[in-house]
């Protein structure tokens, strides 16, 4: 039997005029997460987008489990394709919704005729559908208040579809119709978490991770990596730039007092990202912080590692507690890899007692014998690129 998936648009309906650009994004989406698993046709009617496998090899459970990942889908349900005749949908829709009619006492029916040409009027698809299903399950009992389920009868230009339960999609808008930001991105269990979070809002990711080998191992690094393609999987690919941090480390260990080490740290993580960013087109940056989460999140301390960029820097955890961010990292799938228990960089150079409540006028003094027009472009120039699927 025919099956194809069909997709309910997320908020899409509310987008008036930037709608039908929306869902070309969210189709181009769609066909590039399932490209590799066999041909497929995407047409999109009315609110609904509808994917038919071409290919006997098509894996149609993997590409159900991939859709459900896609941002701006709201719902989702398989149906079954028949032909645009009653007797054709009678009988391969008994079938087809076997296991279903058996797992419940009451259902409905719903039927849409987009195609008018069909000689059944919608009421009349419903009560005869209706009819037929419970001489094939006579224990159902129609309810039309408050069924267990409702099989939806569609008649389309195209074909004919039934379907039953519809499953809920992972919400959101499609990724890049918000533009392009860059997430700095560490092995700890907030900065994946807020990267998925402003994917999910339509932005297209980059990743920029800070090494600082051989204070860091390789294998800190791979984290960062397992944890962008868990991301991934709901945003797309990511472009992830590693820079090399161990210097700037070094001379902030060496000219720095060491109460502000953190703090000067992530001034300079800022000037580099933004740099960084720049350059990928990406308009933003998004950081894992959370208010009062640790000593370099206080809001002085946030003042101070704002005042070094222009762009804005999102940081969607910001008022969340631990508790809802592991939440989502649990859901996400990234919590496991997370609490790994590599070193990264700002651990390594913890001071015994960071400052809570700097000024900007203390920041700056502390970093004043560096070097930081050199350091960042230094950095910039030794950056290194890889793809993140
Ligand atoms: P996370 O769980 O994301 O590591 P955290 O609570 O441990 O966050 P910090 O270590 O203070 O907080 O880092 C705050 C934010 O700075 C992170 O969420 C991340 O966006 C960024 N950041 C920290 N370390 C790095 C790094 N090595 N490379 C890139 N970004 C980093
Ligand atoms: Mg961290």
């Known amino acids: ?26 189709i181009k989406n769609i066909k590039r997460r399932l490209k590799d698993l066999g041909k497929i046709e995407v047409r999109k009617a009315q609110s609904a987008i509808y994917i038919e496998p071409r290919d006997e090899q098509f894996d149609f459970e993997e590409a159900l489990e991939r859709v459900s990942l896609i941002f701006g889908i709201a719902a989702f349900s398989r149906a079954c394709v028949c032909e645009k005749d009653f007797d054709d949908i009678v009988k391969k829709s008994t079938d087809y919704l076997k296991n279903t009619m058996e797992s419940v006492k009451t259902f409905k029916v719903e039927a849409k005729r987009a195609d008018k040409s069909f000689p059944l009027k919608s009421p009349e698809i419903c009560r005869e559908l209706g009819g037929e299903l419970i001489d094939a399950y006579p224990h159902l009992k129609v309810d039309v208040h408050n069924p267990d389920v409702v099989v939806y009868c569609e008649i389309r230009d195209f074909a004919a579809y039934v379907r039953a339960e519809q499953i809920p999609g992972a919400g959101g808008l499609p990724v890049g119709t918000a533009g392009r930001a860059s997430i700095l991105i560490s092995g700890g269990i907030d900065s994946p978490v807020a990267a998925w979070t402003m994917a999910k809002r339509g932005l297209k990711l980059n990743a920029i991770h800070f090494a600082s080998p051989p204070y860091t191992s390789l294998r800190a690094e791979m984290k960062v990596k397992t944890l962008l393609s868990k991301v991934a999987r709901y945003s797309g690919t990511v472009n992830l730039a590693i820079v090399p941090f161990t210097e700037i480390q070094d001379k902030i260990a060496e000219h720095c007092p060491e109460d502000y080490f953190t703090l000067i740290m992530r001034r300079m993580m800022m000037r580099i990202s933004e740099r960084l960013a720049e350059k990928s087109g990406s308009a933003a940056l998004i950081t894992g912080e959370s208010l009062g989460q640790v000593a370099s999140q206080t809001l002085p301390a946030l003042v101070t590692t704002d005042s070094v960029v222009k762009m804005p820097v ?7 507690d631990k508790e809802e961010i592991v939440r989502i990292a649990r859901n996400i799938d990234t919590f496991e890899t997370s609490i790994l228990p590599y070193e990264d960089c700002c651990t390594v150079f913890t001071p015994k007692h960071p400052k809570t409540r700097p000024t900007l006028a203390n920041c700056e003094a502390a970093e004043r014998n560096l070097q930081i027009d050199a350091l960042v472009e230094k950095a910039v120039n030794e950056t290194q690129y890889t793809y993140i699927e």
Not at 3 to 24: C, T
Not at 314 to 320: A, K, S
Request: glycine letters at 10%; a positive charge.
């Open 314 to 320: 999102l940081r969607p955890l910001i008022g969340m």
């Open 1 to 26: 039997m025919k099956e194809i998936i069909l997709i309910k648009n997320g908020e899409l309906a509310l987008k008036g005029l930037n709608r039908s650009n929306f869902e070309d994004i969210l």
